[in-house]
Each structure stands twice: as C-alpha cells, then as structure tokens.
C-alpha cells in the first residue's frame, strides 16, 4: 500500500475574469494513502469542485499540480471517475448506455460482450437502477440519474474516486441505502476516495479524515480532522457512539463558528 498514492501539491489555480483574476484557491496540500476516504466539506462557493476538477485533469492548477502513483495528472483519464455535482448523464442514451460507453474505455480487450454486459447490469444492480436501465435521463427522476452517474463511475474500477455531493439530490432512505454499499464497494476494492459533501453526519460515516476548507477566494485547508472509528461501521450504532458525536461536533464548530457562511455577513 503505498503512503503517498494520490497527492496534491501546494495547488492554487486563478480564473481570468472581467475584473481581473479570480484566486479560488490557494497552495492546496493534501496527500492521500492508497485506499483512505477523504470528505472535504466547506461553505457553498469556497472551491470544492473545483479542487475535485484539478485532481480530474479538467481544470490545470495555476501553480502547483497532481501527482497519482508518482506520475504528475496533467488530462483527464479512466483510472480518475468522477461522479459530478450534476450527474451529466448524455441524454439520448439509456442508464445502461451510459454505462457502457465509459465501461468499454475502460476494458475494451479484457471483458466480451456477455461479460460486458453482465458487469454494466451488476453496477446498475448495485444502485438499485435494474428495473429502469434502459430509460433515457429525460424518463427518469434526479435522483435515479444520479444512481446512474455512481454506477457508471464505479463501473470503471477506478484508481480514484472523485465524487461531488453525490446523494445530495437523494432522499434519505436512498441515500442511507448508498452511502451503506459505497461504504462495503470501498471495502472490497480498496479505492482511494475523495467525496465533496455539505453532510456532517455523512462525512463522519464515511470518511477517514475530513478535509476542512477555509472560505474563498484564495481558499484553503482550514483543518483536518481523523475519523478514527472502526470499520465497518453501522449507522444506527455510531449515532450512539461518544467519539462519533464528538467528530461531528468538531465540524459543525469549525463550519458555524470558525468559517462563517459567507452569506451570513
Ligand atoms: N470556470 C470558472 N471561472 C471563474 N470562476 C470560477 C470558475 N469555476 C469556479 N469559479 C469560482 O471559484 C469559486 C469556487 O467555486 P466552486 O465551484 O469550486 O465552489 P464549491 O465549493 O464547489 O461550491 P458549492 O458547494 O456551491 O458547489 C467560486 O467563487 C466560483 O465562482
Ligand atoms: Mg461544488
């Protein structure tokens, strides 16, 4: 297992505006170990996405930059999913489509077309999107395609998982439901996640650590706290649990207390 498997190096990045250059963030460090789940949390506008972009390859870092497994991330790429703020699904394509456009990127030569398809209806299974697979977006609810933009990033086995507030738009149940079989997916594979979420409590179940974001512009990590509860974890018994009070404690101060929403002055 390697200790510094995915790292982000003093990474700032300014957008070109009318009124001149925007500073979202500023020498952003953060390294993570092969398989560990970070949850950065931080008010609506202080430039999680767009970390979640850099580490993507679709945006490029000012100064500074992304390292994976010792090579430097300079595009996007398949050993990168991202499951994004909008599901972004293409839409004359059904979910199983959709699926098996980013599946075939990815083992082409490794999987024939039975296999193929078996794995693209397993991934659907997993988010409970069996019975509508073959609907296009428009024929299914937000929180289906979101359902379908999870399977098809896990789909593709990636090294990194870059997920942005992917049960935001889900109810309750469904979203206990997922964050449950992202918690054992993660388990078995042993992927190396980082998950924006404005969720204490999902950030808390999930997460290794938490990343902490300072408000923009020029944001960066406030702080960062360690989860340290152990694995699996079972939501009805941690919400009973003293340590687990006391992380989500330790966010919602730093949040409502430290950072401020910027809304609020
Ligand atoms: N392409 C861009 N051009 C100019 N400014 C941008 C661009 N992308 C993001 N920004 C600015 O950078 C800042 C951070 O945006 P970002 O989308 O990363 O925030 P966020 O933390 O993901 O917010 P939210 O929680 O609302 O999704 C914002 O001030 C935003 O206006
Ligand atoms: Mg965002």
New binding site residues.
């Given amino acids: 297992m390697l200790n510094r498997y995915l790292e982000l190096s003093k990474v700032s990045i300014e957008?070109p505006?009318d009124q001149g250059p925007?500073k979202?963030l500023d020498e952003i460090d953060l390294i993570l170990k092969q398989g560990e789940f970070v949850s950065l949390i931080?008010h609506?506008?202080?430039?999680?996405?767009?970390?979640l972009n850099i580490v993507a390859g679709l945006y490029q870092a000012t100064t500074g930059g992304i390292i994976l497994e010792n090579k430097e991330v300079t595009d996007p790429g398949p050993d990168r999913a991202v499951v994004f703020?909008n599901h972004s699904l293409l839409p004359w394509l059904t979910a199983y489509e959709n699926v098996e456009l980013a599946v075939k990127q990815v083992f082409k030569k490794d999987k024939n077309a039975a296999e193929m398809k078996e794995w693209i209806e397993h991934n659907l299974t997993l988010v409970h999107m069996d019975h509508a697979m073959h609907k296009r977006p428009s024929e299914i609810s937000g929180g289906m395609k979101q359902r379908v933009g999870i399977a098809r990033a896990l789909a593709m086995q990636p090294k990194v998982l870059l997920m942005d507030?992917p049960f935001g738009a889900l109810d309750a149940l469904t979203r206990a439901h997922l964050q449950d079989s992202l918690m054992e997916i993660q388990a078995d594979l042993n992927s190396t996640v980082i998950m924006?979420t404005?969720d204490v409590d999902e950030a808390v179940l999930l997460s290794d650590r938490i990343v902490m974001m300072t408000n923009?512009?020029a944001a960066r990590i406030g702080e960062i706290l360690e989860i340290d509860l152990p694995r699996p974890r079972n939501r009805v018994e941690i919400s009973d649990n003293v340590e687990y009070n006391h992380y989500r404690h330790e966010v919602l101060a730093f949040l409502y207390e430290k950072q401020r929403n910027p809304a609020d002055h």
């Fill in positions: 957008f505006t925007f979202a931080g609506s506008g202080c430039g999680k996405s767009t970390v703020q507030e924006i404005h923009g512009p």
